[in-house]
C-alpha cells in the first residue's frame, strides 16, 4: 500500500511539472526518492516522465540517472553504517535471495564494474549494494558504477519511450491530460486548457 501510494504521489508531482523548464530536476528527485524506497520501480516513471516530454529525453534520462545514483549512494553508506549482523537481521529475505547469491557472485568475481553491469540490467539493485557495502569497496568506485550503470540503462527506456509511434504517444497524452484533470491541474500537455465545472476556462 505504502508503495503504490508513493508510486503515485511522485507520478503526480511529474504530471504537475511536466512543462517546466526544470522538468528533468523534478525528474531527478523522483528517481531518487524511488531509489531510497527500495520497493518504487523507477523505470515506469522515467518512461511516463518521457512521455510528458519526449523532446527532453536526454536530459531526463542523464538527470534521473544521476538523481538514482546518489540515491544509491546513500542505501551504500546506510548499509555499510549497519555492518552484517544488523542487515542480516534487518533484511533477512534478500540476504537469502537468489539475486543476493547472484549479485555476490559478480561483486567476488569481478569486483566494483560488476556493480555497473547490475546497475545496467534490469535486475534487483538492492542486494548488490548491500554486499558491495559490506565489502568495503572504495565510495568513489562505487557511485562512478552505479552512475554509468544508471546512465546507460535510462538512455536506453528514455530514448524507446521517445519513439514511441506517435498513435502510442497520442493515446498516453490523452491519459495523461485526463490525469491532470482528476489533480485539478487544469493545464493539458498540449498547453492548453481544461474546461472546469461551470463552464470557466
Known sequence: MLRLSLQSGLLRALTRRADSRA??????GAALAAELSMSVPFASLLMAAVLLAPRRWVSIATL??????VGALVLYLVFHHLGWNRLFA???DVVRSTAWRDATHWLEHYGVVSLSVIAALPVPLTPALMFAAISRLPVAEVIAALWLGKLAKYHVYAWLASRFPDRLVRHGRRHV???RAVLGNGTKADGGTTP???GRR
Open 90 to 92: 534487518a533484511y533477512p
Open 23 to 28: 522538468f528533468p530536476l523534478v525528474v531527478a
Open 196 to 198: 472546469t465545472r461551470g
Open 177 to 179: 491530460d485526463t490525469l
Open 64 to 69: 534521473a540517472s544521476l538523481g538514482a545514483a
